[in-house]
């Protein structure tokens, strides 16, 4: 249990944070029951509903929550906007590593926004769930996420009676995962976000648009890719595996891509470079390939980088991954982003803004300010409420 000093430490940075995002809302109310909304995500309320958000902010009914997601007037982007900035202000560093990821939220009956039987990497099977597509931000100093977008399937964008119910303006086509990523991946550029990385897997790392595109603008990568996943080499083109099929034992090392539950997460690492036709000699094209110690699994990374990079960058460009599902985990075990119950678009995602600065402010500020760690949220933040 931390001292009161660093309890009190939190209560003052969520009234920043407050004062931070208050100009985003027309009214004092709305202003007012977002503060309270934020301290029932970080409280030790068992279930982040309605109700239960509610009751911790002493309303009767859930009525206002739910005004406050759906109907009430308040700049969703701009919180986004200073989030991002709250996130890059404790965070920030040249050398930060922004994470691409998607994550489910299973879900019964076909009402909820984008809702449909679709493949869920969090269940590790297709469900009856909500995708969502978010962008982390990592460095030395921490992780949160920063963005979000809702993944509309394309038979939702051509329903318009589902449209229509679930408030979808008639501006949203559909788009993929890949080009979600890459506008939120735009908007984090565009607001000078200090990063030198970009990471994400397969489903990321096998649109060869997105890869082109931050090639272009000189982003470098480290994207996983499938096995059968094509790669030019010079003139040649053959599949990520065939590439790595004829590694000596003595091409590989052993590595650690970052610090797991039960220590170095280590693994097998090698490097291919695929030097591609007239490229710039300042340039890295290449693969990355793992192999687990425990069973011999291989996984594959496509690399763009400045030529010379270390392999344990790479290695660790590539293990940053995780940070994002930490993210993941933490929202959903702690502040209750799994539970988030808005059938209309635009609640679900002013949803997503909200549960974000309560995964943010507390992640992002005790590993950027508190010596030796982390801080558990229902520890610390009781004294909030």
């Not at 030790?44 to 902010?57: I, R, S, T």
């Not at 929202?331 to 539970?339: A, D, F, I, L, Y």
């Amino acid at each position: 249990m931390p001292d009161l000093e660093t309890v009190e430490e939190w209560a003052g940075e969520l009234r920043v944070l407050g004062s931070r995002i208050g100009g985003r809302f027309e009214r004092a109310e709305p202003r007012q029951r977002a503060i309270a909304y934020l301290r029932g995500l970080m409280s030790d309320v068992p279930h982040k509903n309605g109700w239960q958000l509610a009751e911790q902010a002493g309303e009767s009914t859930p009525d206002g929550m739910q005004r406050l997601l759906s109907t009430s007037v308040w700049d969703v982007e701009g919180v986004r906007d200073d989030l991002r900035a709250y996130v890059v202000e404790h965070l920030g560093s040249r050398e930060g590593v922004l994470v691409i990821d998607e994550t489910g939220f299973v879900k019964k009956g076909d009402k909820s926004v984008g809702v449909k039987r679709q493949y869920s990497g969090t269940a590790g099977k297709i469900e009856n769930c909500q995708i969502g597509v978010f962008l982390g931000y990592a460095s030395e100093a921490g992780h949160a996420l920063i963005d979000r977008a809702v993944y509309l399937p394309e038979e939702w964008t051509r329903d318009q009676a589902r449209r229509a119910e679930a408030k979808v303006p008639d501006e949203v086509e559909f788009a993929t995962k890949p080009e979600l990523a890459r506008q939120m991946l735009e908007r984090a550029f565009a607001a000078g976000v200090p990063c030198r990385w970009v990471t994400g897997d397969s489903i990321y790392g096998g649109d060869r648009r997105l890869r082109l595109w931050l090639e272009e603008h000189q982003h470098w990568f480290v994207l996983g890719v499938a096995k059968d996943e094509p790669l030019w080499c010079g003139f040649q083109q053959a599949r990520a595996d065939k590439w790595a099929a004829d590694l000596p034992e003595d091409g590989w090392q052993r590595l650690s891509c970052g610090e797991g539950a039960k220590g170095p997460r280590l693994y097998d690492w090698a490097l291919i470079p695929l030097p591609r036709w007239g490229q710039a000699p300042d340039v890295l094209h290449a693969l990355l390939v793992r192999r687990s110690l425990t069973d011999g699994e291989v996984a594959y990374f496509v690399v763009f980088a400045p030529a010379g990079t270390p392999l344990q960058t790479l290695v660790t460009v590539a293990g940053t991954r995780w940070t994002i599902e930490e993210c993941f985990e933490t929202g959903k075990e702690e502040v209750g982003v799994g539970r988030l119950r808005s059938p209309a678009l635009a609640g679900l995602v002013s949803s997503y803004h909200l549960v974000d600065a309560g995964v943010s402010l507390p992640d992002g500020h005790a590993c950027a300010d508190c010596s030796g760690g982390k801080l558990k949220k229902t520890d610390c933040l009781w004294v909030l409420i």
